[in-house]
């Protein structure tokens, strides 16, 4: 039922000459989608960097007070909170480990699926769109009720095994915490490098892989000196796109651990900056820890750019 | 001999392979069939895996309490708009960047790829402001109005839809464009008349990307939509249920199902051309 049908191939389109009005007709088709864009992502941009060098509470927000302007203080209170470090790296801890576990468990069973007959896969690949197409919130609530603390399927398993879980909360803790997150966010992320994956394997021409049996080459051998090379591209969006995701994963947290947490221990940057901007009513620093985030992503992008560009001719 | 040999190992690997997709589906069995158990069995201390008595007391209290049905629709509204918008948005886009030749154009490129990388969750706080700017001069598009979240949305849809329109159009052979050009067929009838419907599965895996970014928004709805109830959104209406110390669990599994539903239909409909767009897109 699930087929990967042939992909459109891309190559660098042609240059073609430039014809007359072409400059003019690409201004009209491009302006409604660039007017929407510069209004709702680039001037917030802007505005986010603005606010982040102000002292914007409540007061300012409301216009009832003259906005102070405090250069990077902001920067400086948030640089020298021990907290923000800790959020920091409970970000990029939890962030990385969804990645790699997205990965891992997404190319594992495409390289699975490339390999069984059709019916075995179409249920895969049914399960894997199931999953993928759950919302967020859905698959949090989901979630946490397997693993409720008094009602979870999880707990009373595990005590049937034996093992000492019995109104275990899986919630309380950091790592019970952030585990259960991760493994809910891999669970709605995995499916899209399990289809990126398996249509790049697909992709892999059926005499490469003749010939190097032919030669007698090893499964290892031939996944990881004919296979791997030729999906690199395709491995190298995927990684990228779950860093981006997994950086930016907001409803999992904040509902799956009411809101960060006991006392925040189970904070990650997006929703840490929500609670210090909309709770706290520090829209300046709030804005801070945003910019931080932001620049955090657009160095993994520009990296992602550069590389791309030099691996293969995508514009 | 070769296939003699792999045999044994292909039905081994094709057990394992079922059961990993039983895994995988298994939350989404446990979401219907909680929203499905009575009331006695759901909160159970010793959960089972089936019921024999099936009911839909969690269903109808989910539809008869909450004002459910306005959420949904709120829901359905805000994601349809916005799926119609990315469409012709980022096809217009789309053909502008791969088919025209201007100065430019590889600056555009570069830069729908880095509005992909944008945190939209950052950008809350100036958001909520602009929100309140525009209310005071649209209030259709203000601040606990449904056009704020459509305009947010859209702007978040787009980067990826270009992005992935691009390869679909620029697949289209030039030669087509040459010779509805020679049958007379201005650049307008051949844009709308022979490209966009040639670029259909792009366009589908678009707007299933689009319905679920703006069916999933939980941050935005609850940011945006602070005092006008009316105008919630479908995630909202599943908060109702869920108190840490006194969750109601079947109304919280009946309601994530009936929000589930939706999407599931979508993709199952167009997941052949979800699955070869996806595909095109990321070897674009």
Known sequence: ?315 | MALAVRRPGRLIAEAVTIVIAGLIAFPLYWMLLSAVKPPGEIQSANPKPWTFSPSFDSFSRVLTVSGFGRFFLNSLLVALAVVALSLLLSFLSAVALTRFSFKGRTVLLVMTLVAQMVPVEALTIPLFFLMRQIGGAVPAFGLNELGSLVLVHLAFSLPFAIWMLRGFVAAVPVELEEAAKLDGASRMRFTWQILFPLVAPGLVAVSVLAFIHAWNDFLFAKTFIISKTENQTLPQAILVFFKPEDTDWGAVMASSTLMTIPVLVFFVLVQRRLVSGMAGAVKG
């Open chain 1, 1 to 315: 039922m699930v087929v990967v049908q042939e992909a459109p191939s891309v190559t660098a389109p042609a240059r073609k000459p430039r014809r007359k009005g072409d400059g003019r007709a690409a201004a009209l088709y491009l302006a409604p989608a660039g007017i929407l864009l510069a209004a709702m992502l680039a001037y917030p941009i802007y505005q986010l960097v603005l606010i982040s060098f102000y002292d914007y509470g409540q007061p300012q927000a409301a216009g009832n007070a003259p906005l102070v302007f405090l250069g990077f203080a902001n920067y400086a209170d948030l640089l020298s909170q021990a907290q923000f470090w800790t959020v920091l790296a409970k970000t990029v801890g939890f962030a990385g480990a969804c990645v790699v576990g997205s990965l891992i468990v997404g190319t594992g069973l495409a390289v699975l699926a490339s390999r069984v007959r059709s019916l075995p896969r179409t249920l895969l690949f049914l399960a894997a769109l199931g999953a993928w197409s759950t919302p967020a919130i859905a698959a949090s609530y989901v979630w946490l009720f397997l693993f409720d603390t008094d009602f979870g399927l999880v707990n009373e398993v595990l005590t049937g095994l034996g093992l000492p879980f019995e109104h275990h909360s899986w919630t309380f803790g950091t790592l019970g915490a952030f585990g259960l997150v991760a493994a809910e966010v891999i669970w709605c992320s995995f499916p899209f490098v399990l289809v990126t994956m398996y249509a790049g394997i697909k992709g892999v021409p059926d005499e490469v892989l003749e010939a190097a049996s032919l030669d007698g080459a090893s499964v290892w051998r031939t996944s990881w000196s004919i296979v791997l090379p030729m999906v690199r591209p395709l491995l190298m969006i995927a990684t990228v796109q779950s860093i981006i995701w997994d950086f930016k994963v907001f409803t999992q947290i904040y509902v799956m651990t009411n809101g960060g947490g006991v006392a925040g221990r189970n904070l990650v940057l997006n929703v840490y900056a929500y609670q210090q901007a909309f709770a706290g009513q520090e829209y300046g620093l709030g804005s801070a820890i945003g910019v931080v985030m932001t620049l955090l992503l657009l160095s993994i992008t520009g990296l992602y750019v550069r590389s791309q560009r030099r691996s293969a001719a995508w514009l």
